[in-house]
């Protein structure tokens, strides 16, 4: 099963939301990611395999004071570094993780594609994070309100946005 955890505030986040991810992984997984906001950036570390993997590729000196993690357990793609979650929009501008199945991915994702979007993943969790993309305009919480009606299925849901870092958004469905 997936985990989430995020964190904004004073303190560096790595730590936190790794000891979050570490809290879930009782719960089974297949990879395991960290997105941060840092230096006007969206900077994804993810990797396949056990959390110690991830923090294997994670830079000594990393400190930011957002950012959100995930534990990830395949159901749509398989068990690669390019399926692991967090997921950026094509813009990487907007990141997100998520838990659940998006039962309509497909039809967002072939529509997306028509319009020239490119995929980086397999998964059905990264057309949320192309859909905040489309629907941004100049609010990222518009934005990600609009784009939750667009999705059938499951899911827990985080997004952080670079041109509003100031908060992270968190919706649940089922």
């Known amino acids: 099963m997936c985990g989430i955890s ?19 992984e009782y719960r089974g997984y297949d990879s ?22 991830l923090e294997k ?9 957002i950012g959100i993690g995930h534990t990830r357990w395949a159901t749509h ?24 199945i998006i039962e309509n991915y ?3 994702k072939n529509k997306l594609i028509s319009e020239g979007y490119k995929f980086r993943s397999d998964t059905d969790s990264e057309v949320i994070a192309f859909l905040i993309e489309k629907n941004y305009e100049n609010n ?7 784009t939750l009606p667009m999705l059938e299925g499951t899911y827990g ?3 952080m946005s670079l041109v509003e870092p100031e908060y992270i958004m968190v919706a649940r469905k089922g």
């Open 6 to 24: 995020g964190y904004i505030g004073e303190k560096n986040c790595i730590p936190i939301l790794l000891e979050g991810l570490k809290r879930m």
């Open 32 to 53: 395991s990611g960290i997105s941060i906001i840092k230096d006007n950036e969206i900077k994804t570390f993810k990797k396949a395999g056990k959390i110690v993997n």
């Open 57 to 65: 590729i994670l830079p000594n000196n990393l400190e930011s004071t």
């Open 77 to 100: 793609g398989g068990v690669t570094d390019y399926n692991a979650h967090p997921h950026l929009s094509s813009n990487n501008k907007f990141v997100i993780v998520h838990n659940g």
């Open 106 to 108: 497909s039809y967002h």
């Open 140 to 146: 990222f919480e518009e934005a990600f309100y609009k």
């Open 157 to 159: 849901l985080v997004a």
